[in-house]
Nanobody
Framework: QVQLVESGGGLVQAGGSLRLSCAAS????????MGWYRQAPGKQRELVAR???????DYADEVKGRFTISRDYAKNTVYLQMNSLKPEDTAVYFC??????WGQGTQVTVSS
């Protein structure tokens, strides 16, 4: 079993930045991937960014150039640095380990 705890969400003005963190505990294999998804009201959950066990990254087109995912293997923690935030980035952000375990989500609200 893997437990994930997200932190770092909040309210920010458009153009601002936030950094999300997700700490994983339990049976972690560093070769498994981790990632961030988001879900806005009335919409389906969608991929934001993911990082493989070897450090390869992949981003949704909507966040390329603005968001950066990184991973601290020693701390079993994944981060999402979000810059140049837009109101359309408003959503609950979920961390996932191997798409099998999910965190409880953290709210990100971007005001215009």
């Amino acid at each position: 079993q893997v437990q994930l705890v997200e932190s770092g969400g909040g309210l920010v003005q458009a153009g601002g930045s936030l950094r999300l963190s997700c700490a994983a505990s339990g049976k972690i294999f560093s070769l498994n991937g981790m990632g961030w998804y988001r879900q806005a009201p009335g919409k389906q959950r969608e991929l934001v960014a993911r990082i493989t066990g070897r450090g390869s990254t992949d981003y949704a087109d909507e966040v390329k150039g603005r968001f950066t995912i990184s991973r601290d293997y020693a701390k079993n923690t994944v981060y999402l640095q979000m810059n140049s935030l837009k109101p359309e980035d408003t959503a609950v952000y979920f961390c996932t380990y191997n798409q099998l375990s999910w965190g409880q989500g953290t709210q990100v609200t971007v005001s215009s």
